[in-house]
Nanobody
Framework: QVQLVQSGGSLVQAGGSLRLSCAASGRTSSSRPMGWFRQAPGKEREFVAAISSTGLDTYYADSVKGRFTISRDNAKSTAYLQMHSLEPEDTAVYYC????????????????????WGQGTQVTVSS
């Protein structure tokens, strides 16, 4: 089992920055690829970013590319999502997730590839 505990959500003005954290614990937690997803009110959950277990490979949704950065510190078993130039459209509940397998596959953007989920954290961007 892998447990994920998130922190860092907040209310921020448009153009501002936030960093979300996702602390993992449990067996093999630091060897799994990680992902971030978000769900806005009335919308389906959508992929935001993913990172391989080594941190060498990262992937982003087009809507956040160039503004968000996913990273991880395996020594701390923690993944991060650094968000810059936030827009009101980024308002959502953000979830971190640990992948089912040791390697990211071509469907890294699908939430069905992730077996463990954080509790979610609210990010609100005001205009």
């Amino acid at each position: 089992q892998v447990q994920l505990v998130q922190s860092g959500g907040s209310l921020v003005q448009a153009g501002g920055s936030l960093r979300l954290s996702c602390a993992a614990s449990g067996r093999t937690s630091s060897s799994r690829p990680m992902g971030w997803f978000r769900q806005a009110p009335g919308k389906e959950r959508e992929f935001v970013a993913a990172i391989s277990s080594t941190g060498l490979d990262t992937y982003y949704a087009d809507s956040v590319k160039g503004r968000f950065t996913i990273s991880r510190d395996n020594a701390k078993s923690t993944a991060y999502l650094q968000m810059h130039s936030l827009e009101p459209e980024d308002t959502a509940v953000y979830y971190c997730a640990a992948h089912r397998f040791a390697l990211l596959g071509p469907n890294y953007y699908s939430d069905r590839e992730y077996a463990y989920w954080g509790q979610g954290t609210q990010v609100t961007v005001s205009s």
